[in-house]
Nanobody, 124 residues
Framework: QVQLVESGGGLVQAGGSLNLSCAASGRSFSSFAMGWFRRAPGKEREFVAGVSWRLGDTYYPDSVKGRFTISRDNAKNTVYLQMNSLKPEDTAVYYC?????????????????WGQGTQVTVSS
């Protein structure tokens, strides 16, 4: 059974940093891109970072570009998200997931699995 276990969240002041981890298990993730999403209260889920499997290409939306860095360890099936210069608007539950193809997921892709997420709270 596929499992996605996120960790590393917490409470941090604006301008601070956090490093999230996600351990994936239960199947082979070869050829799948991996990445991070977030959901803030009252808002829709937002994609925040993706990394391809083979070349390690990355993609970020403008909202986090230059502040977040995604990386992955294929041998450990683990993906990381280094978040710097955090802002109160980054407050959300962060989730990881995987999808076929490149670092930017299709909006139409339907994800079958979700982990419990990890809470990130940024105080002003």
């Amino acid at each position: 059974q596929v499992q996605l276990v996120e960790s590393g969240g917490g409470l941090v002041q604006a301008g601070g940093s956090l490093n999230l981890s996600c351990a994936a298990s239960g199947r082979s993730f070869s050829s799948f891109a991996m990445g991070w999403f977030r959901r803030a209260p009252g808002k829709e889920r937002e994609f925040v970072a993706g990394v391809s499997w083979r070349l390690g290409d990355t993609y970020y939306p403008d909202s986090v570009k230059g502040r977040f860095t995604i990386s992955r360890d294929n041998a450990k099936n683990t993906v990381y998200l280094q978040m710097n210069s955090l802002k109160p608007e980054d407050t959300a539950v962060y989730y990881c997931n995987f999808w076929p193809g490149g670092s930017k997921p299709s909006r139409r892709y339907e994800y079958l699995y979700w982990g419990q997420g990890t809470q990130v709270t940024v105080s002003s």
